[in-house]
């Protein structure tokens, strides 16, 4: 069978390693979910999630296409238990509550179309 990047099949579950789980696709197929990629948020052992001989639903992330391994992901049909940047809203730097914003860029922009004028004609010369 064909497998192409995005795609969502059916699997057996043939080995489980510290790193993740061995995912027969057919029976010449056969592809990896990293511990990564099983759900959202942290996992600490493989064996909380999956056991072998589970039949797993999985979408294809990625096809090396030399050595043919194939990168498996269940926590892409999975929905987001939160939106990976809500907690970062009280951080400073983001710019949220300093007030800053773009407001020091429009500031700077004029100076620096000047200073790309002038460098623009020393490269004309």
Same mark, same amino acid.
């Given at each position: 069978?064909?497998?192409?990047?995005?795609?969502?099949?059916? &699997?057996?579950?043939? &080995?489980?390693?510290?790193?993740?789980? *061995?995912?027969? /696709?057919?029976?010449?197929?056969?592809?990896?979910?990293?511990? +990564?990629? /099983?759900?959202?948020?942290?996992?600490?052992?493989?064996?909380?999630?999956?056991?072998?001989?589970?039949?797993? #639903?999985?979408?294809?992330?990625?096809?090396?296409?030399? +050595?043919?391994?194939?990168? /498996? $992901?269940?926590?892409?049909?999975?929905?987001?238990? +939160?939106?990976?940047?809500?907690?970062?809203?009280?951080?400073?730097?983001?710019?949220? #509550? $300093? &007030?800053?914003?773009?407001? +020091?860029?429009?500031?700077? /922009?004029?100076?620096?179309?000047?200073?790309?004028?002038?460098? *623009?004609?020393?490269?004309?010369?």
């Amino acid at each position: 069978m064909c497998y192409k990047i995005g795609d969502i099949v059916e &699997g057996k579950v043939t &080995g489980i390693q510290k790193y993740g789980a *061995f995912v027969a /696709l057919d029976d010449h197929t056969q592809g990896l979910i990293h511990i +990564s990629e /099983l759900k959202h948020g942290y996992v600490k052992n493989v064996y909380d999630i999956l056991a072998i001989h589970d039949t797993v #639903r999985v979408m294809i992330m990625d096809i090396d296409e030399y +050595s043919k391994k194939i990168s /498996l $992901s269940m926590r892409a049909l999975q929905p987001a238990t +939160s939106h990976p940047f809500a907690q970062r809203k009280n951080i400073k730097r983001y710019g949220r #509550r $300093s &007030g800053i914003g773009f407001k +020091s860029i429009a500031e700077r /922009l004029e100076d620096w179309r000047k200073e790309a004028m002038v460098f *623009f004609e020393r490269k004309r010369k």
